[in-house]
C-alpha cells in the first residue's frame, strides 16, 4: 500500500501584504505520518509543494497566484510515487482551492487512487470540497486516527463510509458517517516523523525571508503542545477541528519531542503553535522547569496567542529564563461588556494592562491581536478599542489589527448572516483568500460601512506605531528588525496603511 501525503502549494493575492510565500512545516501530515507507522504501514511519502520551491510563483486564478511546486512539477512527482491513497492538506478556509487543484491533479495522473482531504478548511467545508468531484472523502476533525482507519479499511477492501469522522458522496449527497470522539491522551499519538522531513529547507526559507514564521537567525521548528479551546470566541473555528476540550500533552511527553529537536537535529528557535499553551499554568510551569533543568538552549514564542489572564509573575519568570523572547495575546476589542457579551472572550482588561507589563518587564515582547468589525459593534465601541490600541502601543504591546472575517461555521458568519450584514451573500474562497490578504471588510451594517473599518484600522496603525516610536524608540527598532523581513515587506506594508 503506497501513501502520499501532500501540503499543496500557498495561494495569497498579487500585491497583498503577505505576498511573501510563507512555508511552515506540515505538522498535521507528520503526526499521521508518525502514527501510520506506528501501525505497520511504512510507504508512505510526503510532499510539501511550497517548501520544495517556495519561490517559484504560478498565475493561479484573476489576481491570485500559487507559490510552490508547478502542477507539472505535481503531475511528475505524484506519477514517480504512484500511490493508492493520497491524503491532502489543507489548514484554512482560503487555501480549499489549492487544494482541490492538488486532487485534482492527483485524479488525472491516478485515476484510481483514493483522494482525502482533511485540516481545519476541509472540516468547516466538506461539502465544497466533495462537490468538486476530486475528492472521495473528507475526513473532519483530528486527522490520526480516522486517516489510519480509512487507510486500514481501503487495504482490506471494506466499507469505506463505516469509517466515523468523515464525509462522503452518496447519489449526489454529502453524507456524514458520524462524529468521532477526540483522542484524549495525546501521549498516546507518537512524535511528528522529524526524520521525514528535510529541516534544513525550512530553516533555508527563514534565512531568505520566506517563512511564515520569523526565525531568521537560527535553526526553527514549530510544535503543538495542547489541542482544544474551552471559550467560544464568535470569530473562531478552532473547535471544529480540535474540539471545546482542552486536552495537554504531558510534560515529559513535550521534553522528549523538545530535546529531539534541540539535541538531534540542532533546533534553536522553536514557535508552540498551541492556541492555548499556558491554559493550565502548573502544567507550563513544568515543561519550562524540566527545559531549564535539561539544559535546554533554545528561544521561543508563541505566535497563535495565549490567553493573557492565565499568566502568573512565577510562570513569566520561567518564560523568559528558558528562552521566551514573544508571545501574541488575543485582546480582540477595548469594550468590556462588548468582549464578554458578543464576542465571548470571558475576558478582564484590566489583566490585559497587567500582564502585558508583567512580559514587559521580564524581557518578554508583546504582541496585541484586534478585530476591527464584528457584528454588533458601533462606533463608539471601535473607538473604545482604538484607545486601547493606542494605549497599549505606549507602554510597548505592538499592535496587530485585524478586520473581521465572517468565516464559514464560525457564530460571526451566522451573525452576519441572519441580520444581512455581509457585503456579499455567496462568499467564494477566493473572496475570504484577498480580503484576509489585503485586510479588506464582508461587513456593512447600520453602524458602520465596511470602508469606515478599513479606513479606521489604517488610520489606528499609523498612530499606534508613531506612539511606539515616540515613547519606546529603541524597542520599536528592535522590533521592527526582527518582524520585516525584506524591504520588500516594508514597502507593502506602507502601502496598506
Known amino acids: 500500500m503506497k501513501i502520499l501525503l501532500i501540503a499543496p502549494p500557498q495561494l495569497t493575492v498579487k500585491g497583498a501584504k503577505f505576498e511573501e510565500v510563507r512555508t511552515f512545516y506540515p505538522l498535521g501530515l507528520m503526526y499521521i505520518l508518525g502514527y501510520m507507522?506506528?501501525?505497520g504501514y511504512n510507504?508512505?511519502?510526503i510532499l510539501d509543494c511550497l517548501a520544495?520551491?517556495?519561490?517559484?510563483?504560478?498565475d493561479f486564478k484573476g489576481r491570485i497566484v500559487a507559490y510552490g511546486l508547478s502542477e507539472i512539477e505535481i503531475a511528475e512527482r505524484i506519477r514517480k510515487v504512484n500511490p493508492d491513497i493520497v491524503g491532502i492538506s489543507c489548514l484554512s478556509t482560503f487555501q480549499l482551492d489549492s487544494a482541490l487543484n492538488v486532487a485534482r491533479i492527483v485524479k488525472e495522473v491516478t485515476k484510481n487512487a483514493l483522494v482525502v482531504l482533511g485540516g481545519n478548511g476541509p472540516t468547516i467545508s466538506p461539502e465544497y470540497c466533495l462537490n468538486s468531484g476530486y475528492v472521495d472523502l473528507v475526513v473532519c476533525g483530528e486527522g490520526e486516527i480516522t486517516f489510519y482507519e480509512i487507510v486500514d479499511?481501503?487495504?482490506k477492501k471494506m466499507d469505506l463510509t463505516s469509517v466515523t469522522g468523515v464525509y462522503y458522496k452518496k447519489n449526489g449527497q454529502a453524507i456524514f458517517a458520524g462524529k468521532r470522539g477526540l483522542i484524549e491522551n495525546l501521549d498516546e499519538i507518537p512524535l511528528p516523523a522529524w526524520d521525514l522531513v528535510n529541516i534544513d529547507q525550512y530553516v533555508k526559507a527563514a534565512y531568505v525571508g520566506a517563512a511564515s514564521r520569523r526565525a531568521k537567525v537560527a535553526r526553527w521548528a514549530t510544535m503543538i503542545t495542547s489541542r482544544g479551546c474551552p471559550y467560544d470566541c464568535c470569530f473562531c473555528s478552532v473547535s471544529r477541528l480540535s474540539g471545546r476540550r482542552w486536552r495537554a500533552r504531558s510534560p515529559d511527553h513535550v521534553i522528549k519531542e523538545l530535546e529531539l529537536l534541540v539535541r538531534n537535529y540542532g533546533i534553536g528557535y522553536i514557535f508552540f503553535e498551541d492556541d492555548n499553551f499556558t491554559l493550565d499554568i502548573k502544567r507550563a510551569e513544568m515543561i519550562l522547569e524540566k527545559v531549564i533543568e535539561r539544559g535546554l538552549k533554545f528561544n521561543w514564542e508563541t505566535p497563535n496567542g495565549i490567553r493573557v489572564d492565565r499568566l502568573t509573575p512565577s510562570l513569566v519568570k520561567?518564560?523568559?529564563?528558558s528562552g521566551c523572547r514573544y508571545v501574541a495575546i488575543g485582546i480582540e476589542n477595548g469594550d468590556q461588556n462588548f468582549l464578554n457579551s458578543v464576542i465571548g472572550k470571558q475576558l478582564d482588561l484590566r489583566t490585559v494592562e497587567e500582564n502585558s507589563q508583567l512580559l514587559i518587564k521580564n524581557g518578554i515582547g508583546v504582541l496585541g491581536f484586534y478585530i476591527f468589525g464584528i457584528p454588533g459593534e458601533t462606533k463608539e465601541t471601535l473607538n473604545g478599542t482604538r484607545k486601547l490600541i493606542v494605549k497599549l502601543a505606549k507602554r510597548g504591546v505592538i499592535p496587530r489589527i485585524f478586520v473581521a472575517q465572517p468565516y464559514p461555521n464560525t457564530r460571526?458568519?451566522?451573525?452576519?448572516?441572519?441580520k444581512g450584514f455581509l457585503t456579499k451573500n455567496d462568499i467564494a474562497t477566493s473572496d475570504y483568500l484577498e480580503h484576509m490578504m489585503l485586510q479588506k471588510s464582508f461587513i456593512s451594517t447600520d453602524k458602520f460601512s465596511y470602508k469606515?473599518?478599513?479606513?479606521?484600522?489604517?488610520?489606528?496603525?499609523?498612530?499606534a506605531y508613531l506612539t511606539m516610536l515616540v515613547?519606546?524608540?529603541?524597542?520599536?527598532?528592535?522590533m521592527l528588525k526582527y518582524f520585516i523581513r525584506s524591504p520588500v515587506e516594508i514597502i507593502s506594508i506602507l502601502k496598506q496603511i
Do not use: G, H, Q
Not at 520561567?318 to 529564563?321: I, S
Not at 460571526?412 to 441572519?418: Q, V
Open 37 to 39: 507507522r506506528s501501525k
Open 471 to 478: 515613547f519606546n524608540p529603541i524597542r520599536t527598532l528592535a
Open 153 to 155: 479499511a481501503y487495504d
Open 318 to 321: 520561567k518564560m523568559a529564563k
Open 412 to 418: 460571526m458568519f451566522e451573525i452576519a448572516k441572519e
Open 43 to 45: 510507504d508512505i511519502t
Open 452 to 463: 469606515y473599518v478599513e479606513n479606521l484600522r489604517k488610520r489606528t496603525l499609523v498612530i
Open 52 to 58: 520544495e520551491n517556495y519561490l517559484n510563483c504560478s
